[in-house]
T-cell receptor, first 115, second 112 residues
């Protein structure tokens, strides 16, 4: 069965510092995709970054980077230079078998950025 | 560009009532899906569609029906609401398999 595990229910970081949010996944598929979404207190889901299983380079999008370690089945999100506006829930997700962009989500990590 | 629009944003139902959550997207995306989000959990897939006229069940389909008569619209129907269906519902669309899903603002549903 496919599964996403986020072991950190809550994290905090000082403003301007970097933080890593952990994500491990379980799949027997060779082709899969990994996503990170941000959910602020207002409730909307905001796409942050995508990594394909065959991508050789780690994905980066501005201050977000994905530390993809395929052998360890981990896809950690790194946020550099944290800002107060980064305080939110963060969800790791994986494209499920059969494609069609069906997503399996982890339980999320709540990040608090302190001034 | 409106993106994915869900209506209503909030709804309170009595047990046994029926209702339809509306979802519309104006991006001409083929793939659409419905998720529910419960406290302490990530989103779980209810139903999805890969194009007009084609739908299939996700992880938690019981108690919900869907149809996709047009590319733009993907309504979710609760036939007989139960308290266990109290949740936040998200509709999403995407243009392809390896692309991000665009989410609506969510519908907070309470069944009493």
């Amino acid at each position: 069965a496919q599964k996403i595990t986020q072991t950190q229910p809550g994290m905090f970081v000082q403003e301007k510092e970097a933080v890593t949010l952990d994500c491990t996944y379980d799949t027997s598929d060779q082709s899969y995709g990994l996503f990170w979404y941000k959910q602020p207190s207002s409730g909307e889901m905001i796409f942050l970054i995508y990594q394909g299983s065959y991508d050789e380079q780690n994905a980066t999008e501005g201050r977000y980077s994905l530390n993809f370690q395929k052998a360890r089945k981990s896809a950690n999100l790194v946020i550099s230079a944290s800002q107060l506006g980064d305080s939110a829930m963060y969800f790791c997700a994986m494209r499920a078998s059969g494609g069609y962009n069906k997503l399996i989500f982890g339980a999320g990590t709540r990040l608090a950025v302190h001034p | 560009n409106a993106g994915v629009t869900q209506t209503p944003k909030f709804q309170v139902l009595k047990t046994g009532q029926s209702m339809t959550l509306q979802c519309a997207q104006d991006m001409n995306h083929e793939y659409m899906s419905w998720y529910r989000q419960d406290p302490g959990m990530g989103l779980r897939l209810i139903h999805y569609s890969v194009g007009a006229g084609i739908t299939d069940q996700g992880e938690v389909p019981n108690g919900y029906n869907v149809s996709r008569s047009t590319t733009e619209d993907f309504p979710l129907r609760l036939l007989s609401a139960a308290p266990s269906q109290t949740s936040v519902y998200f509709c999403a669309s995407s243009p392809g398999v390896n692309t991000e899903a665009f989410f609506g603002q969510g519908t907070r549903l309470t069944v009493v």
